[in-house]
C-alpha cells in the first residue's frame, strides 16, 4: 500500500494510531493521534515514542514493549498520558505487534482512545446520585434524597437514627445547607463525649463568676449557632437532668448560662442523633418520653451499609475520586475481585468503615486499580472465608451460605449467582425456597 | 546550587509525574562539583516537590510534567525548565553553556518556548540562575 493511501485511512480514524520500528522510533502518527496529544506528525515522526506520547507506563510498564517481548497484543488498558499542555488525559491503549510480508518483526502499532468524555460522564452519572455529598442510589436512599428538601425547609427538630458511620452529620449538615438558615451558622456538638457539667457550659455558655475559672463570659453552642443550627448528636447517652434542661430550650426556646438569672431566647433549629433507638430507651426509662416526643418531629433512618449494597460500587467511586483530589493521586478505581470482596463484607463499621479501607488502599496503590493486596488484611478472602466456614457444618448450612454470597455478590442477580455457581437459576430458585435462604431484594 | 534531572536510561525521563529516579548535580560558577542519585517513590504531587525542596534542589530539568506537579514544585520555590529531553549528559552540559534553549533538547510538541522551531511564539521562561 502506497504510504500516501496508508496515512488517509489512519487519518479516518477516530482512536489515536502511532506506530514505531524496533528502536521505539515513530513511524507514522494519525490525525487523531494528533489531536489526543497534542503533538504535531511533522514532530512526532522520528523521535523516540515515550517522548512523544508520555504515558503514565512508559518507563515502568510500556506495553509495547510488552507485546513485542511476548508477541501478545494487548487490549484497552486504562493509562494517562501528559498532552503537550501538561493536561492528564486518561486513556485506553491497545497494542499489537508488526510484521513485514516474510512475518519477521519489524515493530509495534498502538491504538489509544481518548476518554475524557467517557470520565465526564462518569463524574455527571455520580453527580446524579449526589445529594448535597451524600451519594446514593438504592431506594432507600432515593426516598431520604426526595423528602430531604421538603425537611429542610420546615423549622421542625429532626431526628436522625442511623448505626454509626452511616453519615447522620452529613445529613444534619445537607439539611441545614438547604434549610433557610443555610448561610447561618452550623454548631454540632457530640453530647456523648462531653461530662454533664462540661456539657451544659458548653451547650449554655458561663457568665463571669459562675465558678472559680470563669474570668469572662464565654458564649454556648446555643448562642454561637443563633440564627442558625444546632447539631446534638449521640443525644441517646446524655443524662436525665441535661435531658430535662435541653426539654425547656425546646419548649420554650429559652435558656440560662450557668451563672445567669436572666433567660436568653434561642432562635436556632435543632437537629438530633444517634446510633440508639431512643424508642426503646424510653421504653426502658432511660429518656424522657416528653423530650422524646419534642425531638422526633420528623424522623430520619438512615440504612446500615450493608443494608444498601448496590451502593457500594458508587460509593468506592466517589471515594476514589475524593482521595485521588487530596492526595493528587491518579487511582483509577478498584479491580474487579477487589469489589466482589467490598460488596461481600458486612460492614459493621459502614460508610466510614469503607472510607478507611480506600484510605488504606491509597496508601499502598501507586496508581492503576486497587488490588486485594492493596486491602488491610482483614478484608482479604482468607480471613473472609475463615470467618464464614466453621468446622462442623452441615451440607446444607455451607449452600445456604454458598448462595447467599453469589447473590449478594451480583448485586441480588439470581441469574448471575446461578451461573457463578455453576447451575440452572431455576435449580437455585428450587434450593433458595427449600433451604428458607433470606435474599436481598434486586 | 543543587539541579535535579530525573533519569530513565540515561536520559531524561520522558514523564516526571512518573519517574523513579532522579540525579541531583551541585554546581558552582557554572561547574558541576558533585553529582549523585537518588529514587523518587513518592506518588502524591505534593510529596513528591516537598522530597525535592527536602533534598535542597533550586531547578528542575525535566521532561513532561502535569500541571498539577508543576504548580506544586514551582509553590515549593524550584524553578522548572520542563519539555526537556535528550541524554543526561548533554543536557547538563547544554545548560551549563547556557544552551538548553536549543531545539533538539525540546521535547516534540514543547509549546513552552521557542527552542522547538515549530512550537511558534512564547518566551523561554526557564534559564540559568
Redesign the interface.
Known amino acids: 500500500m502506497k504510504p500516501d493511501v496508508r496515512d488517509i485511512i489512519l487519518d479516518s480514524i477516530a482512536d489515536g494510531v502511532f506506530t514505531v520500528d524496533d528502536q521505539w522510533r515513530i513511524t507514522s502518527f494519525n490525525r487523531a493521534a494528533e489531536q489526543i496529544t497534542g503533538v504535531g506528525r511533522d514532530e512526532a515522526i522520528g523521535q523516540r515514542c515515550c517522548e512523544v506520547f508520555r504515558a503514565s507506563i512508559c518507563e515502568s510498564d510500556c506495553a509495547l514493549k510488552q507485546t513485542l517481548a511476548t508477541g501478545r497484543p494487548i487490549g484497552n488498558k486504562a493509562v494517562y498520558i501528559l498532552n503537550a499542555n501538561g493536561q492528564r488525559i486518561p486513556i485506553s491503549i491497545s497494542t499489537a505487534i508488526l510484521k513485514d510480508a516474510k512475518g519477521k518483526v519489524i515493530g509495534g502499532v498502538e491504538t489509544f482512545r481518548d476518554l475524557t468524555v467517557v470520565e465526564e460522564l462518569r463524574k455527571e452519572l455520580a453527580a446524579k446520585y449526589t445529594f448535597a455529598d451524600i451519594v446514593g442510589r438504592s431506594p432507600a436512599m432515593r426516598r431520604l434524597f426526595d423528602i430531604l428538601p421538603e425537611i429542610a425547609a420546615s423549622e421542625s427538630t429532626v431526628l436522625i437514627e442511623g448505626p454509626s458511620g452511616t453519615g447522620k452529620e452529613l445529613f444534619a449538615r445537607a439539611i441545614h445547607d438547604l434549610s433557610p438558615r443555610g448561610k447561618k451558622p452550623f454548631v454540632a456538638i457530640n453530647c456523648g463525649a462531653l461530662p454533664d457539667t462540661l456539657l451544659e457550659s458548653e451547650l449554655f455558655g458561663y457568665k463571669a463568676g459562675a465558678f472559680t475559672d470563669a474570668r469572662q463570659d464565654k458564649p454556648g453552642r446555643f448562642q454561637l449557632a443563633e440564627g442558625g443550627t444546632v447539631f446534638l448528636d449521640e443525644i441517646g447517652d446524655i443524662s436525665p437532668a441535661m435531658q430535662s434542661r435541653l426539654l425547656r430550650v425546646l419548649q420554650e426556646r429559652v435558656y440560662e448560662p450557668l451563672g445567669s438569672v436572666a433567660p436568653q431566647q434561642a432562635d436556632v433549629r435543632i437537629l438530633a442523633a444517634t446510633n440508639k433507638n431512643l424508642a426503646h430507651l424510653v421504653s426502658e426509662g432511660r429518656f424522657r418520653e416528653d423530650l422524646y416526643y419534642r425531638i422526633n418531629v420528623i424522623r430520619l433512618e438512615l440504612p446500615a451499609l450493608r443494608d444498601r449494597r448496590e451502593d457500594i460500587p458508587l460509593l468506592v467511586d466517589h471515594l476514589v475520586a475524593k482521595f485521588n483530589r487530596l492526595r493528587g493521586k491518579d487511582v483509577a478505581g478498584v479491580a474487579e475481585d477487589v469489589l466482589a470482596l467490598l460488596m461481600e463484607h458486612d460492614w459493621p463499621g459502614n460508610i466510614r468503615e469503607l472510607e478507611n479501607v480506600i484510605e488504606h488502599a491509597f496508601v499502598l496503590c501507586r496508581g492503576g486499580l486497587i488490588q486485594v493486596n492493596h486491602l488491610p488484611p482483614s478484608l482479604r478472602p482468607k480471613a473472609a472465608a475463615g470467618a464464614r466456614w466453621r468446622p462442623g457444618m452441615t451440607l446444607e448450612a455451607m449452600e445456604r451460605v454458598l448462595i447467599a454470597d453469589a447473590v449478594r455478590r451480583h448485586g441480588g442477580n439470581r441469574k448471575a449467582a446461578a451461573a457463578e455457581l455453576g447451575i440452572n437459576p431455576s435449580t437455585l430458585f428450587r434450593k433458595v425456597k427449600a433451604l428458607g435462604i433470606d435474599l436481598p431484594e434486586k | 546550587m543543587r539541579i535535579a534531572i530525573p533519569t ?1 536510561s540515561e536520559r531524561v ?3 516526571f ?4 529516579t532522579v540525579l541531583l548535580v551541585d554546581i558552582e560558577d557554572g561547574r558541576e562539583t558533585s553529582r549523585l542519585e537518588t529514587s523518587l517513590s513518592e ?4 510529596e513528591r516537590a516537598a522530597k525535592l525542596a527536602g533534598l535542597g534542589v533550586a531547578c528542575l530539568i525535566c ?8 504548580a ?1 514544585v514551582s509553590q515549593v520555590g524550584i524553578e522548572v525548565i ?1 519539555q526537556v ?1 535528550g541524554p543526561v549528559n548533554e543536557v547538563l552540559s547544554a545548560y551549563l553553556r547556557g544552551a538548553i534553549q536549543e531545539p533538539n533538547f525540546a ?5 513552552h518556548c521557542c527552542r ?1 522551531q ?1 512550537g511558534r511564539g512564547g518566551r523561554w521562561r526557564g534559564g540559568r540562575r
Request: glycine share 6%; aromatic share 4%; net charge negative.
Open positions: 530513565w525521563s520522558p514523564v509525574d512518573e519517574a523513579r506518588a502524591e504531587s505534593a521532561g513532561a510534567i502535569s500541571q498539577e506537579l508543576e506544586r520542563p529531553c521535547m516534540p510538541g514543547c509549546r522547538n515549530r
